[in-house]
């Protein structure tokens, strides 16, 4: 039986109910997760009859549910109902599905750890002393909890797959327009995407089929050209000496399964992987200082009262409404646009962007691989309240979850084991509208299974 | 002179799309505050703008009109600046890659024609609307996100009697398009000129800006004003501040408002939401059969083709409906001047009389062409025919319908306009004998009381004739 079955099973009836969401909460209260659970929705009942019917889901803080505040884990939003919802949203509400929670993450999608989070901290449900991830963590840290059995996140350099593999779940960036960002407050708009979080395969392919397709309320979004689905051929890293050794030797392993499973494999060498995480800062950072330039207090959000004049009341709404990772994306991007700089940093940027994209569509048309494997982050995950790894090693640490953001390619990060106790992930990268191509070959290298739950939970009275 | 004079103009419009220029409000003027607002406009997180086919399609259509290189792909840029009204904090205009560019203008100076270089067409949103109450500030977002269009000429007016002729003119080209409802005094056409003089052969001087000009007549006025200001400063030795200054109708004079030192560094950037827009062919076709005659062909052409006085063809040429039917009413036959003067008389007296445009009244090319043809056959009075033109305006009837109901129709039937005369002549014994005495004064007065008697049917060329044999004759 299908996962997504199970749980309608589990779900029938109001006692059932009532029992899932009382061991949730329950669960939820350690791992602070959830930002807003409300188990009956927030608003009216899902629209129709449908293939999600019934299906609890959670929503990543930053994707607008009418009803349900749209914080973006920060201050600036923190009572700020959306007034709609997202187009993804839509779609599985009118397929039958039902969102019941937000989840939480690090303020406006700006971080690694789900610790720049505005009211809580989530916890990583292997190790709570360990960070979930981000900055999508909540949502991530629920679903491989198996709270609910999937969410939508934001994923815009990393943001669901990085959590998705510290927490030991499936996280899955769809090719850049695949899925509308209508609803999705934008980070960066050009690399923005709403993905899904889940335990299994058929979930996983099942929500984002749901989601997909083209919407006219966001113009980026395309139609996808078939590819074929099958994957003979991942091209494979070679030097993994950035890797912590878990990951790496996890990498091999997971290299060598691979073969055994008569896959082939080839070497290749990721395009500008070394300029990844400078390109990725300017662009995104640029884009963040205008899209969040919109929070100012004037018709929603967070205002600071009894300014002397309107001017005023902007900028301390946005001192006091921004947390410190914020502003120092705000800053850097304000300062890369200034029209005397932009040829310095913003040119260069879209350069080394357009190269990297070209380096990739080559590795697919010349070296003639379906898909590419490599690490999801080059680490498990690490210790909560910690200076280490410092700000800007995190942020170097975003690099291979950086190059199919910057390139808008279809990624996915999948659990590959554990060692220390803690979840191990990789990442399998596709060509643009590949999306079934990955889910073809996660099939054959996880099987049906759910991912295992983390050892201290058991499951939620019958969930898989 | 001593000083030669640059003035540049920057044209706003707002084009006459039904929605606003990345949503789907309506673009609509005069509701009540904050009603024609939506999440997109008010910068909602989670928005995202669309862009407008149909303004699209006016923008290329103004730009191929201003003979501009049109973009074979036009962007859209964010224009970053807080600011209350602006919702989004920062304006979607076109920076990078505008709609059009490198266009020119012709206007019309008196017996001269001028060309004017356009800079640039680019298409953007406006902002919403601050008012300031005592200790409160409010922001009025229907105006938000409206579609606009910015024209910038190249510094080639010379003084405020150009700049007025270009308003004028381009108001016109406007209206003709049908792009812009060119209303100044509302806001919909919205003029800032930046003004420069040097010593001739000196090129550019410093240039001031000019906001704040809400009519044709005040931007002659605001870069007069403004010229004079620059030269008394530069003949007393002063150097002239690059600034920004409003103007005030009221004072008639102008006034700092910000220097450059306040200038933004607005960050122009693509905006990542919106994919740049490319025409295809067919759009780029179907600009071309939009393309009509511009106002200042038109009327230089009813000048040369017909001999119209400049006056009248500059007035039949400013109303695209008015032009159309003196041309269709001329193309059926009717005499030009004498449709011209119909139409820059009677026509427009009634029309404005009566609160009406060419297309909401019962006027057309056949029923004025047909009222001309009865007057020139004699079968209807210039007075009674002024009746019947000003009846076809109010009522859905032909002319020759309107004067046979109204028994308008004049007799050409000799027998009974002898009998008016006989009756006439009998009654008014003194004035006959007056006249056969030597005395013609009296004749106009007999033809009137002949006249009175027909009730306007008679036709008075042939009475005159038949009255003076009567005279005469005896």
């Known amino acids: 039986m299908e996962p997504l079955t199970l749980w309608q099973n589990l779900l029938r009836d109001t006692e059932r109910k009532t029992t899932w969401a009382q061991a949730l909460a329950k669960r939820d209260a350690v791992i602070r997760s959830l930002l807003e659970f409300h188990p009956d929705g927030a608003c009216a009942p899902p629209h129709s009859e449908g293939a999600f019917q019934g299906i609890p889901f959670v929503v990543d803080s930053r994707i607008a549910a009418e009803g349900f505040r749209l914080t973006c884990s920060s201050r600036m939003l923190a009572d700020f109902v959306s007034p709609y919802s997202a187009t993804a949203v839509l779609r599985l509400q009118n397929a039958g599905a039902q969102v019941v929670a937000t989840g939480n993450a690090d303020a406006f999608g700006m971080g690694a750890s789900t610790e720049n989070a505005a009211t809580s901290v989530t916890r990583n449900p292997w190790n709570n002393d360990c960070v979930a991830g981000g900055a999508s963590g909540g949502a991530a840290a629920a679903v491989a909890s198996g709270l609910v059995p999937f969410a939508l996140a934001a994923d815009t350099g990393g943001a669901l797959r990085q959590p998705a593999s510290l927490c030991g779940c499936l996280g899955l960036r769809p090719t850049y327009g695949a899925v509308s960002r209508h609803g999705l407050a934008a980070h960066a708009s050009s690399m923005d995407t709403i993905g899904v979080l889940a335990r299994d395969i058929a979930t996983l392919r099942r929500v984002y089929e749901c989601i997909a397709g083209p919407d006219e309320r966001d113009p980026t979004t395309a139609s996808p050209t078939p590819l074929a689905s099958s994957a003979q051929r991942v091209g494979v890293l070679d030097d993994l000496s950035d890797l912590s050794a878990p990951v790496a030797q996890n990498y091999r392993d997971t290299v060598a ?20 995480v400078a390109t990725y800062y300017v662009i995104a950072a640029a884009e963040a200082s205008t899209s969040l330039a919109r929070y100012t207090g004037v018709s929603y959000g967070f205002r600071q009262p009894d300014t002397a004049t309107p001017e005023e009341m902007i900028r301390q709404t946005r001192s006091l409404g921004f947390n410190d990772e914020n502003k120092l994306r705000i800053l850097l991007g304000t300062h890369a646009l200034r029209a005397e700089n ?32 490599t690490p999801t982050y080059p680490t498990q995950a690490f210790p909560l309240g910690t200076d280490a790894p410092h700000s800007i090693e995190r942020k170097h640490a975003d690099r291979y979850t950086i190059l199919p953001s910057l390139a808008g390619l279809p990624a996915a990060s999948f659990p590959t084991g554990t060692a220390n106790d803690l979840p191990l992930g990789l990442q399998l990268i596709a060509p643009p509208f590949g999306e079934a191509r990955l889910f073809d070959a996660l099939g054959r290298i996880l099987g049906d299974a759910p991912c295992p739950l983390p050892p201290t939970m058991t499951a939620l009275g019958g969930q898989p | 002179m001593k000083y030669q004079s640059f003035i540049g103009l920057e044209i706003h419009i707002h084009l006459l799309t039904q929605t606003k220029a990345f949503c789907a409000c309506p673009n609509q003027y005069g509701a009540p505050p904050n009603t024609h607002v939506c999440p997109i406009c008010l910068g ?25 290189e049109l973009a074979a792909t036009c962007t859209f840029d964010r224009k970053n600046y807080f600011y209350p009204d602006m919702a989004k904090s920062y304006q979607l205009t076109q920076f990078f890659a505008p709609v059009g560019r490198n266009g020119w203008f012709d206007i019309s100076l008196g017996s001269e024609t001028k060309r004017i270089r356009i800079h640039d067409v680019h298409y953007e949103e406006d902002a919403g609307k601050m008012i300031h109450a005592g200790k409160h500030s409010l922001v009025d977002y229907n ?25 004028r003119e381009f108001r016109r080209l406007v209206r003709h398009l049908g792009v812009c409802d060119g209303n100044m005094e509302e806001g919909s056409l919205r003029c800032d000129a930046n003004i420069s003089i040097n010593l001739p052969g000196k090129g550019l001087g410093t240039k001031t800006e000019v906001k704040n000009i809400n009519s044709a007549r005040f931007v002659r006025r605001a870069i007069a004003y403004e010229i004079n200001r620059q ?16 103007w005030d109708a009221d004072k008639g004079i102008t006034l700092p408002m910000r220097t450059k030192e306040d200038a933004h560094d607005y960050r122009y950037f693509p905006d990542p939401d919106l994919p740049p827009f490319s025409p295809d062919d067919a759009f780029l076709a179907d600009l071309e059969t939009r393309l009509c005659e511009l106002p200042l062909q038109r009327k230089q052409r009813y000048e040369r083709d017909f001999s119209i006085p400049a006056d009248t063809a500059d007035f039949l040429a400013e109303d695209q409906q008015l032009a159309q039917l003196f041309d269709d009413c001329v193309a059926l036959g009717a005499p030009p001047k004498v449709a011209a003067n119909w139409l820059a008389g009677t026509v427009q007296a009634q029309l404005k009389r009566t609160e009406r445009r060419v297309a909401d009244s019962h006027i057309s090319p056949q029923r004025l062409a047909q009222a001309i043809a009865l007057v020139e056959k004699g079968r209807l009075s210039a007075s009674r025919a002024k009746e019947v033109v000003e009846l076809i305006i109010l009522e859905d009837r032909d002319p020759e319908e309107i004067m046979t109901a109204h028994g308008w129709e004049q007799t050409s039937n000799a027998g009974e306009i002898d009998a008016w005369i006989a009756q006439v002549l009998a009654d008014n014994e003194k004035v006959v004998s007056d006249i056969r005495g030597g005395n013609p004064k009296g004749i106009a007065f007999l033809m009137g009381q002949v006249m009175k008697r027909a009730q306007g049917r008679a036709d008075a060329r042939l009475v005159k004739e038949k009255l003076e044999q009567a005279l005469t004759g005896q």
């Open chain 2, 44 to 68: 909602y997180p989670g928005t995202l703008p669309a862009a407008n086919a149909e303004a699209m399609r006016m923008s290329y259509l103004l730009a191929r009109a201003l003979n501009c």
């Open chain 2, 231 to 246: 030269a008394a400063a530069k003949d007393n030795g002063e150097t002239i501040v690059q600034e920004t200054r409003l």
């Open chain 2, 143 to 167: 105006r938000a996100g409206a579609s606009l269009l910015e024209i910038v000429t190249e510094p080639d007016l010379s003084s405020g009697e150009e700049a007025e002729a270009y308003v």
């Open chain 1, 257 to 276: 399964a691979l073969r055994d499973l008569g896959i082939e494999t080839r070497p290749i060498a990721l395009p500008l992987l070394p300029h990844a």
């Open chain 1, 342 to 373: 932009y040829p310095r940093y913003i040119a260069r940027a879209t350069q080394a962007r357009a190269a990297i994209r070209q380096g990739m569509a080559a590795l697919f048309d010349n070296v003639d691989v379906d898909l590419i494997l």
